[in-house]
């Protein structure tokens, strides 16, 4: 006799049955279906809660929905990275309660975290008040396009710090530091990076590795505060109205030297 289920049918009533059978049947179908419907909307929740962590909303939803794949696995790819930080938090959280230190990092982290996202760009990492982003990763972009988002990001955070210090300022955050507010300060690389999920089965998380990334970070330690810092990689990208050529640098922890250029804070006119 032949086995219906066996090629893909979801039940099989011999005859002669009767409306016992075929009653009990339905009911077991029904079920069937239902639990297989949590499944799918468990799934793209767990899916959804995962990968927005790191990446824009729009992307989120068409990897949850199936209209976009997304390769994780760690690879070698191209990508932008920029590292960014707040100048003179540490020595502000000195003055505040630790519950005041923590409601404005939140605050901060949230408006920048928002800047990367409308750019285009992946929060790879928080770490304190830093902030490490990609750009070509996962999504691909083309290397121009990359530095554009980047670019765009620095600036839009930058312009962000200035709004918050302003509400800071209303707030007294800064009454018993006697500065008027912190800076921004910003590094940004373009080269070759291992990009995916990095971790294990009970947690991973979406980061990138390489001396690309150290470079990035090292380009934002060395920046002035209130400046972006960017590398040759990323300058080649801009206008020359938009950069001021600063000084090679010998970066901790990197073999060669770098040449750095300083980005204009607003885009040329």
């Known amino acids: 006799m032949k086995n219906y289920t066996e090629e893909g049918a979801d039940a099989y009533l011999s005859k002669p049955f009767n409306d016992r059978e075929l009653l009990a049947e339905a009911r077991n179908l029904l ?3 239902e639990n297989e419907k949590r499944i799918l909307e468990l799934n793209s929740y767990l899916t959804e809660s995962v990968l927005k962590r790191f990446l824009p909303t729009a992307l989120v939803r068409k990897a949850a929905t199936g209209t976009l794949t997304l390769d994780l696995q760690p690879e070698p790819r191209l990508v932008t990275v920029l590292f960014s930080d707040i100048v003179g938090f540490t020595q502000l959280s000195n003055t505040l309660r630790s519950r005041k230190v923590a409601e404005i990092l939140n605050e901060y982290l949230e408006t920048m975290t928002k800047v990367v996202f409308d750019n285009g760009g992946t929060v790879d990492k928080f770490m304190g008040d830093a902030i490490l982003s990609l750009y070509g990763a996962p999504d691909d972009l083309t290397p121009n396009e990359q530095v554009r988002r980047a670019i765009n990001t620095a600036r839009a955070m930058q312009r962000s710090l200035v709004e918050l210090n302003q509400r800071w300022r209303s707030q007294g955050i800064f009454e018993t530091d006697g500065r008027q507010g912190v800076q921004f300060r910003c590094g940004i690389h373009q080269g070759t990076a291992v990009v995916g999920m990095f971790g294990s089965a009970q947690r991973a998380d979406y980061t990138a590795i390489g001396p690309s990334v150290n470079i990035a970070a090292r380009l934002q330690a060395a920046a002035v505060p209130g400046t972006i810092l960017v590398s040759a990689a990323v300058a080649d990208y801009l206008q020359e109205a938009e ?25 040329m006119k």
């Not at 901790?252 to 040449?259: A, R, S």
Request: aromatic share 4%.
């Open 31 to 33: 079920a069937l279906k």
């Open 243 to 267: 950069i001021t050529k600063g000084s090679p640098l010998e970066l901790k922890g990197i073999d060669e030297t770098v040449l750095t250029f300083m980005v204009t804070s607003e885009p």
